[in-house]
């Protein structure tokens, strides 16, 4: 299907394909994770709308980092004639003497784009007269519409943010692909942050909680924290990688700049993947002991759910929707389809748009290489419709209590098919709910792996219990503790 | 557009001599009765400086710039020359800055959107548009059929003929797509190269074109651009105005029009070489 796909170009093979994620939302909501820092849009007002409707609607699946300020340049017809470089400047002083950010990002668009603004003149003459460190970020939507290219584009701009290192700490990492606000972020400033109001550890923390449990220490989680904390990111012994298509490019730009070298990762898991994850740090840090010992404690407490969770499902399908239009996730869908696989089921991706798996060709790369190698339902499914899970279903010849459908969060609203969760397992892939505050996200890793394990049991035994489950027996049925 | 108004576009390679020519037939037009506007369409707004005795005028995109996009302000971007000539430019950024195709669209979508032809009897409006089709901005005034007559100014030199080919393509391209504009033919401005005339008639004949007027170099030409005034009015007795005046009486006559058949660039070398051979 790979080699079959045509170059992530944005051209006429896939008419029907258009990038919901323009790469200025992209690279704006990347942004968004960064503190004290405001991001200057240079362009037409409706793009900057574009951009903050999609951080307030659910489109955004909000990622529960503070506020952004994003003002626009507000450029007109008559700049796009006579260019918009002299607005960027006024903007650029006005912003830095109006909000005092410590860093400023430049974002241009389509408009100033294609008429080639001199940004970066821009930005050099009105730094002279500005506190605050302005950057600039290539984002105009034009130049790569497919998303994760998009992605690629965009994380390597934060490279350019860093400085060289003066000095090298032992025993840090830095996690690339990931965001930390979101976990310890308060949403009024001066309030009490949100700590531990999730019912499971996101990526973040569960990666950190690996790094510090074989002794080391967590320098960076990118993209997060204000200025100092992005560029003295290369003071960091390795880089790991959580999200591939967020950190290959940047661990890739950051040996390439800075000499820091990194460990090729993706999102771990799942029982081998996490233990994988954690004996590369380990062997790169001469820490194996440490790993070994930490792996152990892990699988003591998770062993007997998986265990449970494995007489549930061995042998079952496990079907996996990729995406519900063209915003497709492939590294993550991967990664759980490892998961699944160890559980004994077999694994059967659906709804992955050609044009974005071509896209996140790092992600492909990563698991070929690991010789996992799914099977990919190539059918008629319209590209960037829903596909209709019954159809699939019914495709494929299932009998019920044959599969676990494991739902796309991203667009849940989208359409995919109407059944009774009652009669069917049903569990969410968790591909981005997890980054919404307080939704019952899972993360990676082995606590990742456990919540996994407990929603796929909850999800066969409301499947199997004929009536429809109720809210209060969701939230309050002590559900685990009683089969 | 109205009815009442021929609107013609030249065209021609930069440097070729359009806003010359162009000068010179709105002045001979005028003086043949037409009531006539010259709309200059390069952010050099260097078009009708001849026609202004020697003055640059305000432009388009300076006064909606300054005051909006409005009747009024297209009213204040319109200036009278010699022989009453309306005078034009659309302006645009200053080099290396900004979209100047779009500041030409805009220009022209002002002119039409207020009907400003119609509303002051124009009789002949000329387009003189920058150099070669460079972008799509440059091919407003004919790809939005503001202009449906097209006159290419070239030389027989090999870049000048290379430039009115792309050109002529352009015309076929647009006149495929279901649009009026048409070629009406060839204004050779000489410079003076060998077999210039049976150079520039041999492409015209490739192209399927007739050569409307040959137009022979002459110092009166300079020395009346010196004073910032066209021929016509500096020298109006001299073989130069006269010229002119044959190619504004040809322009009025002239009711055929062409979709060109543009040839390959080795063609255009050919005919070059062949020019060369029989010289030799």
């Given at each position: 299907?790979?080699?079959?796909?045509?170059?992530?170009?944005?051209?006429?093979?896939?008419?029907?394909?258009?990038?919901?994620?323009?790469?200025?939302?992209?690279?704006?909501?990347?942004?968004?994770?960064?503190?004290?820092?405001?991001?200057?849009?240079?362009?037409?007002?409706?793009?900057?709308?574009?951009?903050?409707?999609?951080?307030?609607?659910?489109?955004?699946?909000?990622?529960?980092?503070?506020?952004?300020?994003?003002?626009?340049?507000?450029?007109?017809?008559?700049?796009?004639?006579?260019?918009?470089?002299?607005?960027?400047?006024?903007?650029?002083?006005?912003?830095?003497?109006?909000?005092?950010?410590?860093?400023?990002?430049?974002?241009?668009?389509?408009?100033?784009?294609?008429?080639?603004?001199?940004?970066?003149?821009?930005?050099?003459?009105?730094?002279?007269?500005?506190?605050?460190?302005?950057?600039?970020?290539?984002?105009?939507?034009?130049?790569?519409?497919?998303?994760?290219?998009?992605?690629?584009?965009?994380?390597?701009?934060?490279?350019?943010?860093?400085?060289?290192?003066?000095?090298?700490?032992?025993?840090?990492?830095?996690?690339?692909?990931?965001?930390?606000?979101?976990?310890?972020?308060?949403?009024?400033?001066?309030?009490?942050?949100?700590?531990?109001?999730?019912?499971?550890?996101?990526?973040?923390?569960?990666?950190?909680?690996?790094?510090?449990?074989?002794?080391?220490?967590?320098?960076?989680?990118?993209?997060?924290?204000?200025?100092?904390?992005?560029?003295?990111?290369?003071?960091a012994m390795v880089n790991v990688i959580s999200c591939p298509t967020w950190g290959f490019?940047?661990?890739?730009?950051?040996?390439?700049?800075?000499?820091?070298?990194?460990?090729?990762?993706?999102?771990?898991?799942?029982?081998?993947?996490?233990?994988?994850?954690?004996?590369?740090?380990?062997?790169?840090?001469?820490?194996?002991?440490?790993?070994?010992?930490?792996?152990?404690?892990?699988?003591?407490?998770?062993?007997?759910?998986?265990?449970?969770?494995?007489?549930?499902?061995?042998?079952?399908?496990?079907?996996?929707?990729?995406?519900?239009?063209?915003?497709?996730?492939?590294?993550?869908?991967?990664?759980?389809?490892?998961?699944?696989?160890?559980?004994?089921?077999?694994?059967?991706?659906?709804?992955?748009?050609?044009?974005?798996?071509?896209?996140?060709?790092?992600?492909?790369?990563?698991?070929?290489?690991?010789?996992?190698?799914?099977?990919?339902?190539?059918?008629?499914?319209?590209?960037?419709?829903?596909?209709?899970?019954?159809?699939?279903?019914?495709?494929?010849?299932?009998?019920?209590?044959?599969?676990?459908?494991?739902?796309?969060?991203?667009?849940?609203?989208?359409?995919?098919?109407?059944?009774?969760?009652?009669?069917?397992?049903?569990?969410?892939?968790?591909?981005?709910?997890?980054?919404?505050?307080?939704?019952?996200?899972?993360?990676?890793?082995f606590k990742g792996a456990k919540a996994l394990y407990e929603n796929i049991i909850e999800?066969?035994?409301?499947?199997?219990?004929?009536?429809?489950?109720?809210?209060?027996?969701?939230?309050?049925?002590?559900?685990?503790?009683?089969? | 557009?109205?009815?009442?108004?021929?609107?013609?576009?030249?065209?021609?390679?930069?440097?070729?001599?359009?806003?010359?020519?162009?000068?010179?037939?709105?002045?001979?037009?005028?003086?043949?009765?037409?009531?006539?506007?010259?709309?200059?369409?390069?952010?050099?707004?260097?078009?009708?400086?001849?026609?202004?005795?020697?003055?640059?005028?305000?432009?388009?995109?300076?006064?909606?710039?300054?005051?909006?996009?409005?009747?009024?302000?297209?009213?204040?971007?319109?200036?009278?020359?010699?022989?009453?000539?309306?005078?034009?430019?659309?302006?645009?950024?200053?080099?290396?800055?900004?979209?100047?195709?779009?500041?030409?669209?805009?220009?022209?979508?002002?002119?039409?959107?207020?009907?400003?032809?119609?509303?002051?009897?124009?009789?002949?409006?000329?387009?003189?548009?920058?150099?070669?089709?460079?972008?799509?901005?440059?091919?407003?005034?004919?790809?939005?059929?503001?202009?449906?007559?097209?006159?290419?100014?070239?030389?027989?030199?090999?870049?000048?003929?290379?430039?009115?080919?792309?050109?002529?393509?352009?015309?076929?391209?647009?006149?495929?797509?279901?649009?009026?504009?048409?070629?009406?033919?060839?204004?050779g401005n000489l410079r003076n190269v060998e077999k210039e005339e049976e150079i520039i008639?041999?492409?015209?004949?490739?192209?399927?074109?007739?050569?409307?007027?040959?137009?022979?170099?002459?110092?009166?030409?300079?020395?009346?651009?010196?004073?910032?005034?066209?021929?016509?009015?500096?020298?109006?007795?001299?073989?130069?105005?006269?010229?002119?005046?044959?190619?504004?009486?040809?322009?009025?006559?002239?009711?055929?029009?062409?979709?060109?058949?543009?040839?390959?660039?080795?063609?255009?070398?050919?005919?070059?070489?062949?020019?060369?051979?029989?010289?030799?």
């Amino acid at each position: 299907m790979f080699a079959k796909t045509p170059e992530a170009d944005f051209n006429c093979d896939y008419p029907g394909y258009s990038g919901l994620w323009c790469r200025l939302i992209m690279a704006v909501t990347s942004y968004a994770m960064t503190n004290n820092s405001v991001a200057v849009i240079h362009g037409p007002a409706n793009c900057a709308w574009a951009v903050r409707n999609f951080c307030q609607t659910d489109y955004s699946l909000y990622y529960g980092n503070p506020f952004l300020h994003m003002p626009v340049t507000n450029i007109d017809q008559d700049d796009v004639i006579s260019g918009g470089a002299d607005k960027l400047i006024a903007t650029l002083k006005e912003v830095d003497r109006d909000y005092k950010p410590e860093h400023i990002c430049v974002f241009d668009t389509c408009s100033t784009a294609l008429i080639g603004d001199d940004v970066q003149s821009a930005i050099k003459t009105a730094q002279k007269d500005c506190n605050a460190r302005i950057d600039y970020m290539s984002s105009a939507g034009f130049t790569t519409p497919p998303l994760g290219k998009s992605i690629e584009q965009t994380a390597l701009s934060y490279a350019d943010m860093m400085e060289a290192p003066s000095e090298k700490l032992e025993n840090t990492v830095n996690i690339l692909g990931q965001y930390k606000e979101q976990q310890d972020c308060s949403p009024v400033p001066g309030k009490k942050k949100c700590k531990n109001r999730r019912k499971y550890k996101d990526d973040a923390s569960e990666l950190a909680r690996f790094v510090e449990g074989i002794g080391l220490q967590v320098h960076r989680v990118l993209v997060s924290g204000n200025h100092d904390y992005i560029k003295t990111a290369p003071q960091a012994m390795v880089n790991v990688i959580s999200c591939p298509t967020w950190g290959f490019p940047l661990a890739k730009k950051m040996e390439e700049q800075f000499g820091v070298p990194y460990i090729k990762q993706c999102i771990p898991i799942g029982i081998e993947p996490s233990k994988k994850w954690v004996m590369e740090l380990a062997k790169f840090t001469n820490k194996q002991q440490e790993a070994e010992n930490f792996i152990q404690k892990e699988l003591d407490e998770l062993m007997p759910v998986f265990e449970k969770t494995k007489s549930f499902v061995d042998g079952k399908v496990a079907l996996i929707e990729c995406g519900r239009n063209s915003q497709t996730a492939f590294a993550r869908p991967m990664a759980l389809a490892l998961a699944l696989q160890e559980l004994g089921m077999q694994v059967r991706l659906f709804g992955l748009h050609p044009l974005e798996l071509k896209a996140k060709a790092m992600d492909y790369e990563y698991f070929m290489q690991e010789g996992f190698d799914p099977l990919i339902l190539d059918g008629n499914y319209a590209y960037q419709q829903p596909v209709n899970i019954v159809h699939v279903i019914e495709d494929l010849g299932l009998r019920q209590a044959g599969y676990v459908y494991f739902t796309q969060d991203i667009f849940p609203a989208a359409r995919g098919g109407v059944f009774d969760p009652a009669s069917a397992p049903r569990v969410e892939t968790g591909v981005h709910l997890r980054r919404v505050l307080n939704a019952p996200a899972r993360g990676v890793g082995f606590k990742g792996a456990k919540a996994l394990y407990e929603n796929i049991i909850e999800a066969v035994m409301f499947s199997a219990r004929g009536s429809r489950p109720t809210l209060y027996g969701r939230v309050h049925g002590g559900f685990y503790e009683n089969f | 557009m109205t009815n009442q108004t021929r609107q013609i576009a030249i065209y021609g390679k930069g440097g070729i001599g359009k806003s010359t020519t162009a000068g010179n037939l709105s002045a001979a037009l005028s003086c043949l009765g037409k009531k006539t506007a010259q709309i200059g369409c390069d952010p050099k707004a260097d078009s009708v400086n001849t026609l202004m005795g020697g003055d640059f005028i305000e432009t388009i995109s300076d006064i909606t710039r300054q005051y909006g996009s409005s009747e009024t302000s297209l009213n204040r971007a319109v200036y009278r020359g010699f022989n009453n000539i309306v005078c034009i430019e659309s302006g645009g950024p200053v080099p290396g800055q900004g979209c100047a195709g779009r500041g030409v669209l805009v220009a022209l979508d002002l002119i039409r959107k207020y009907r400003f032809f119609e509303k002051n009897n124009i009789d002949i409006a000329l387009y003189d548009v920058l150099g070669d089709i460079v972008c799509g901005g440059f091919a407003q005034p004919i790809r939005h059929s503001y202009a449906e007559e097209v006159y290419i100014v070239t030389s027989g030199e090999y870049m000048s003929l290379y430039a009115a080919n792309n050109i002529a393509a352009s015309i076929k391209l647009f006149a495929q797509q279901g649009l009026n504009v048409r070629m009406a033919g060839i204004i050779g401005n000489l410079r003076n190269v060998e077999k210039e005339e049976e150079i520039i008639t041999g492409f015209a004949q490739k192209l399927g074109v007739p050569v409307v007027q040959f137009i022979p170099r002459s110092e009166l030409v300079q020395k009346a651009e010196l004073q910032g005034k066209t021929v016509i009015e500096a020298y109006p007795e001299s073989g130069q105005a006269g010229i002119y005046f044959n190619l504004a009486a040809k322009v009025l006559d002239n009711r055929e029009m062409f979709i060109p058949e543009p040839v390959s660039k080795q063609e255009v070398i050919r005919l070059l070489d062949l020019a060369r051979t029989e010289i030799c």
